[in-house]
Every structure is written in structure tokens, then in C-alpha cells.
């Protein structure tokens, strides 16, 4: 991964000094800035080809009313001057790293024109086509450079209320030359991240049977009921879920106070205390329980615990539902740890009559940690009957670990407050490659990229497996991708839905 290939193309002798000069202030002069020519057949935009990735940079004119002078487009697309739609697959990294410095980006197409745009009739015939802005040189650009990748980063002088032949313009030029010299260094970035890389995609990855089952009965109550149908919390730990179901219809709420009384409420797949059960009854909801039936073993294994008369101690997060609700079952009996110094501190009524169960998404290898620092001071502690930690989480760590140690980079999709995916984050780390957790493409950084030849995928028990294929899609759009999956595991395990979403 070299800058030593690739370029930056400016049509105009201004637009290159600005982007000269930006990079020179940010120590990037190995960059080389080529000054194309202006017009729809730009004299130097073949001399482009053979140069590896390009990225255009120039300004623009807006075709809708959204752009404002001074906003960036970084197009997904360019519809060109042949009438071929050229793509640019790397550009939701490149958008994503210019929105995070504090532009207003906008990803919709450009289009290449023929000659200058004056009038708003002309603008809204342009808009017509689709585009939000136009230029006179990207699309042949992009065509001199294929297949190798190419982007395109544009800066609005004129809109539809502010056209070329206004007094105002010159100002409006000299920002966006402003702003093309500080995006500068961005653009390097995205040409440090170009060219031919590994992904290597854990297997199995994304949703499991859990997720699966919760997210479904959702669905399916929502396309069966003409009334609202509420879930408390997250159904899972997912934002793109959430967003995705409530576009639907479902509403979310936090507690059951929120929910107007006789309403049908769905309770997520973390599970809830009985307490939250006995509201429900006392509110005469209709309780539809998508809790994982891996995570109600859990409860069922606590309540026993408590009524033989042991201490439950519960290796976890405090802080996760999962853990709140277990805990629910037998609150004066149930302590939770997370660490050897919890076990080390902890007090137990009777060191005979201890019990322990474990949070079903932690990291395998911290969980035994644990367990072990747990059985050297309770030697008689009883165990769960079986594994507590469930099989998606043991087996996406498993992938994981196998793709990290052949990995310069590993990316985990899955949110932020999703323990099965920050634990795989965990388990890439101590497996020897960075990684990191990101919500979905926009998250990823282009300089985690400069030196990555071999990339790890994977995703989190709750992410959508739409998420990796956008992420494999965007890395392609930067070179060539080689793409292997790497199976630790099959997975054939299916739940069955609550029997009030059951077909017949």
C-alpha cells in the first residue's frame, strides 16, 4: 500500500495550486496534483491512465436547491457524457471521512456536462436525470483511469439561487478553493488506502438463531396487527435493526409506562426481570416474550439455584440487560462479577452453597479466566448444567481469532453497546491484529487502511449480514479484493417463534 502510484487530477490551474498547497501544509508533497484541463474533453485526463487510483478534485455547480456554496460532493456515481454510468465504489469511505472533519457532504450522482450551466431551467432539466451537481470533466476522468479505482471530491461554487454571473461568485470561489486546500490531506488518505487487498470473512458471522428468532417475530406482528405494536428496549443490540423496524412501524420504548394500556408489547431477546412480567400483567398488556431461549436457560438455571438456597454468582457485565435480567430472578441471592479481583473480593453467607452462571456474549477465554479464579476459592461451587455461553458467541470468536492471526486489520460491524461484538473486537486484539468496532462502512477510517493488505470481516451476532456485504463492497471500490472465508464452524440451529407468531 504506496503512494507512490496514484495522483490527483485538477482541471483548473487554481484548483491544483489549492490542493498543492493544502497538501504541502500537511507534509504531503509526495502526492502528485496534475493539471487536466477544463471542458468536457479535458486535454490531460489520458494522460491519467496508467497512474493507478485518481481522484478528481474541482469545483461545481449545484442542479438542486440542498447544495450550498461551499458543500463537498463526493458522487456514488458520475453519469457521464456517453451516457454510461461510471460508479465510484470507495466513495462512502472517502464521504465518511470528509463528514467527520465537519463537512456537509452530499453523495448523490454528478453529472458531466457539456458545456457551463446557466439558468435554473437548465439546472432542473440536469436534476431531472437524477444528479445533484454538475461538472465537465469527472467522467472522462473516471474512464481514462479504469479499472483502476478513481473518486471524486467537488466543492459547490453556484447553485439554482446563486448561478455563475452573480456579483457574489468570486467570493464563492475563493471559499471553495479554501476548502479543496483544506480537504487536502483527506484526499491523500483515500490514495494511501487504494490498491489490491485480502479480506478474509469470518465464518459465521452476522445474526444468529437468537436474533433471528426476535427480529422475526417483530415482522411478523407488524405485518399481522392494524394496531401499534410496542417492544421494550432494543429487540436487539443493533442500530440498523431498530431503524429498520421502525420504519415499519414497531415503536420502541424504554419502560412499560410508555405503552397505552391493552396494547400488544414485545419484551427483546436480552430478556427482563419477572418484575417487568408482573407490570405487564397488572397493565393488561399482551406480552409477546422474543427473549432467546439460550438467555431464558440462564433465568431458569438462577431461579433454581436461588431456591436450593445458594449464592448465584453471575459472571457478567452489570451494566447489560441480559445481566439485569437475570439478576431479576433472585435479586437477594445473585451477585455479579466480571473480573478475578471481583472473585477475589467477593463474600458469600456460605462458601458451601455456591452456584454461578455466566452472561451468554462474553469472551470465552475472559469467562474461564474467571470461572477458574471463582473454583479455586469455592472449590464446591456447581456449574451450569450445560454451556452458558452460547454457541454463536463461542463460535464468532472462534472465526475471528483464526482470521486475525492471519490479519493486518481486523473490522468488526455490530454497535457500540452490543457485548458479543466488542468482545470480538477483544479476541482480534489479543490474537495480534488491530481491530476495530465499527457501526457500519461510514466508521471506518481510511487510514486504518494505508497498510492493510489483509483485512478480517466480521460482524456481531446482531448485525445485519447487509452490513459486511456494504463494507467488502466499499474496500473493492479502493482496489482489487481477493476474498476469502475462513469457517470455523456450521451453524443449523433455527428456535422456534412464540407461539403468537406461529403460522398455522
Not at 463537512?103 to 437548465?122: C, I, K, M, S, W
Not at 454451556?387 to 486475525?404: F, H, K, L
Not at 473486537?425 to 468496532?437: C, F, K, Q, T
Request: charged content about 20%; some cysteine; proline content about 6%.
Amino acid at each position: 500500500m504506496s503512494t507512490a502510484h496514484g495522483m490527483i487530477a485538477a482541471p483548473l490551474r487554481t484548483e491544483a495550486i489549492a490542493v498543492r498547497r493544502g497538501l504541502a501544509r500537511a507534509g504531503r508533497g509526495d502526492i502528485p496534483v496534475r493539471r487536466i484541463g477544463s471542458g468536457p474533453f479535458p486535454y490531460g485526463a489520458a494522460a491519467c491512465a496508467g497512474a493507478g487510483p485518481v481522484l478528481t478534485a474541482g469545483v461545481c455547480g449545484a442542479l438542486v436547491p440542498e447544495l450550498r456554496p461551499g458543500d463537498i460532493v463526493v458522487p456514488a456515481e458520475v453519469l457521464c457524457l456517453d451516457g454510461v454510468v461510471r460508479a465510484c465504489a470507495g466513495s462512502a469511505l472517502l464521504a465518511a471521512s470528509l463528514r467527520r472533519s465537519g463537512y456537509r457532504v452530499h453523495e448523490g450522482p454528478l453529472l458531466q456536462a457539456g458545456t457551463l450551466v446557466h439558468g435554473r431551467q437548465a439546472r432542473e432539466s440536469l436534476a431531472s436525470r437524477g444528479a445533484v451537481a454538475v461538472d465537465m470533466e469527472s467522467g472522462e476522468v473516471l474512464a481514462a483511469v479504469s479499472p483502476a479505482p478513481g473518486a471524486v471530491v467537488r466543492v459547490v461554487v453556484d447553485t439554482p439561487d446563486l448561478p455563475l454571473l452573480r456579483p457574489g461568485t468570486p467570493a464563492r470561489g475563493l471559499l471553495a478553493l479554501r476548502t479543496l486546500a483544506d480537504v487536502a490531506p483527506i484526499m491523500a488518505s483515500y490514495l494511501d488506502a487504494c490498491g489490491p487487498r485480502r479480506v478474509l470473512l469470518a465464518a459465521p458471522r452476522s445474526f444468529c438463531a437468537g436474533v433471528e428468532r426476535a427480529i422475526t417475530t417483530v415482522e411478523r406482528l407488524l405485518d399481522s396487527s392494524n394496531e401499534p405494536v410496542y417492544v421494550r428496549r432494543q429487540i436487539v443490540h443493533n442500530a440498523h435493526v431498530v431503524a429498520g423496524l421502525e420504519a415499519r412501524g414497531a415503536v420502541f420504548v424504554q419502560e412499560l409506562d410508555e405503552v397505552a394500556d391493552g396494547s400488544t408489547v414485545v419484551l427483546s431477546a436480552h430478556g427482563v426481570t419477572p418484575a417487568v412480567r408482573a407490570e405487564a400483567g397488572d397493565r393488561d398488556l399482551q406480552v409477546v416474550d422474543a427473549t432467546c431461549p439460550l438467555v431464558a436457560k440462564v433465568h431458569t438455571e438462577a431461579r433454581r439455584a436461588a431456591e436450593r438456597g445458594d449464592t448465584v454468582v453471575l459472571i457478567g457485565h452489570a451494566d447489560h440487560e441480559e445481566v439485569q435480567g437475570t439478576v431479576g430472578e433472585a435479586p437477594e441471592h445473585t451477585v455479579v462479577v466480571a473480573t478475578v479481583g471481583d472473585v477475589a473480593a467477593l463474600q458469600v453467607p456460605d462458601p458451601q452453597r455456591v452456584s454461578y452462571l455466566m452472561q451468554t456474549t462474553l469472551s470465552v477465554d475472559d469467562a474461564r479466566e474467571v470461572e477458574s479464579a471463582l473454583l479455586a476459592r469455592f472449590p464446591t461451587a456447581r456449574g451450569p448444567a450445560t454451556e452458558d455461553i452460547c454457541y454463536a458467541t463461542s463460535n464468532r470468536q472462534q472465526a475471528v481469532r483464526t482470521v486475525a492471526a492471519q490479519a493486518d486489520l481486523v473490522l468488526v460491524v455490530g454497535s457500540s453497546n452490543s457485548s458479543n461484538s466488542r468482545r470480538l473486537v477483544e479476541v482480534a486484539e489479543r490474537a495480534g491484529a488491530p481491530a476495530y468496532l465499527i457501526e457500519d462502512v461510514t466508521a471506518v477510517r481510511l487510514e486504518w487502511l494505508a497498510d492493510a493488505a489483509i483485512v478480517g470481516v466480521t460482524a456481531g451476532a446482531s448485525a445485519p449480514p447487509g452490513l459486511v456485504a456494504d463494507l467488502v463492497g466499499a474496500l473493492s471500490g479502493l482496489g482489487p479484493v481477493d476474498t476469502d472465508e475462513i469457517t470455523a464452524a456450521r451453524e443449523d440451529v433455527v428456535f422456534e417463534l412464540p407461539r403468537e407468531v406461529r403460522k398455522p
